[in-house]
Nanobody
Framework: QVELVESGGGLMQPGGSLRLTCAAS????????MGWFRRAPGKEREYVGG????????GYGNAVQGRFTISRDNAKNLVYLQMNNLVSEDTGVYYCAAAAGGQEFDTWGQGTQVTVSS
């Protein structure tokens, strides 16, 4: 059974930084594309970014490009989301996702709340 558990959310002032961590189990992590999504209050789920098996390739949504960085540690089955220069629009629940079936993101964590406010 695939399980994704996010941690690291919290309250941060605008301009600050947070790092989210996702711990994965029940899948061949080193062969699984991983990603992050978020959902702001009253809005649709939004793609934040993704990372290839090896970590050599990453991609980001326009709203976070240049501010957020995704990385992974295949030895520990962890994926990270480093968030810098946070703005209020980054507030939301952040979800870790895995393409466990190999084609698209099909497995989700329970989410962690990020609130950016002064």
């Amino acid at each position: 059974q695939v399980e994704l558990v996010e941690s690291g959310g919290g309250l941060m002032q605008p301009g600050g930084s947070l790092r989210l961590t996702c711990a994965a189990s029940g899948l061949t992590f080193s062969r699984t594309v991983m990603g992050w999504f978020r959902r702001a209050p009253g809005k649709e789920r939004e793609y934040v970014g993704g990372i290839s098996w090896s970590g050599a390739e990453t991609g980001y949504g326009n709203a976070v490009q240049g501010r957020f960085t995704i990385s992974r540690d295949n030895a520990k089955n962890l994926v990270y989301l480093q968030m810098n220069n946070l703005v209020s629009e980054d507030t939301g629940v952040y979800y870790c996702a895995a393409a466990a079936g190999g084609q698209e993101f099909d497995t989700w964590g329970q989410g962690t709340q990020v609130t950016v406010s002064s």
